[in-house]
């Protein structure tokens, strides 16, 4: 869908841009070894989009070079070249290329290369980034909700119960920082989140219930692992969420008119 400027792409383009303050201090910190991580990311993702752009004769999408750089930030970083593709080909085939590309995807194709990579290969040690990678989470998010290509309902949301979690003293400080990329790169996917008004609160608020519950109850998970994990789960209740929220308009509807 066309509207003026605002093609799939053009999304796409701005989401790419509100992300670099995460993806520039991903790089700073992680020095060389992030550099080639992404290189890698990005010409695997690179590889499938091109064999399927010839397949269809459809121009390439911008879209997979969002997904390599969150495969790139997140996934566990002692996995093998052979674990690396045959994770990222996992996920970005299975979950949106052969759904017609992005926009057409039911999940994220990152969160399922993640999850993919994660429980398949457990014994590699998930992502540790840096503070400073998490602070850099708040301008990005700012930038995307302002350009309005992430709901600001499910980011607000989210961190309206993560709040409140802390505030009453629960011990959810240490999966903040992890949550909160996540929030950013993953749950707030304009495509694979919920896309009505209420379904978008929900969407937030079960993805901090998640994580808050996570927090508390998953003993021994990194909290990497706890935010792909709430990540997954939230992306496969979105069309229930989107589902209560219409059945509530429609019995708002009926009360009013009858």
Request: charge should be positive; proline fraction near 7%; charged fraction near 10%.
């Amino acid at each position: 869908m066309t509207r003026g400027l605002w093609d799939r792409e053009m999304v796409a383009l701005v989401l790419l841009a509100a992300v670099m303050p995460m993806a520039l201090a991903w790089l700073w910190y992680g020095g060389n070894a992030a550099w080639v991580r992404l290189v890698l990311t990005l010409l695997l993702s690179g590889f499938w989009h091109l064999v399927f752009m010839l397949a269809r004769a459809q121009p390439p999408s911008f879209a997979g070079a969002l997904t390599a750089l969150a495969v790139a930030l997140l996934a566990p970083p002692d996995l093998s070249l052979f674990q690396m593709v045959l994770g990222i080909t996992f996920g970005s085939v299975m979950a949106e290329l052969v759904m017609g590309g992005w926009g057409r995807n039911v999940l994220n194709p990152a969160t399922v290369t993640l999850a993919f990579l994660g429980f398949g290969f457990p014994a590699a040690p998930w992502a540790d980034l840096p503070l400073p990678v998490a602070w850099a989470a708040i301008p990005a998010a700012l930038i995307a909700m302002v350009a309005g290509v992430i709901p600001a309902r499910t980011v607000l949301a989210a961190m309206l119960v993560g709040g409140l979690a802390h505030w009453a003293g629960w011990p959810v400080g240490p999966v903040l920082p992890a949550a909160g990329i996540v929030l950013v790169l993953l749950v707030a996917d304009p495509v694979a989140s919920a896309s009505t008004r209420l379904g978008g609160w929900l969407n937030g608020v079960l993805y901090g219930a998640l994580m808050v519950l996570f927090a508390l109850r998953w003993d021994l998970a990194a909290p990497m692992q706890m935010a792909v994990s709430a990540a997954l789960l939230v992306s496969l209740a979105a069309p229930l969420l989107d589902e209560i929220a219409i059945a509530a308009w429609l019995v708002r509807r009926k009360h009013r008119h009858g």
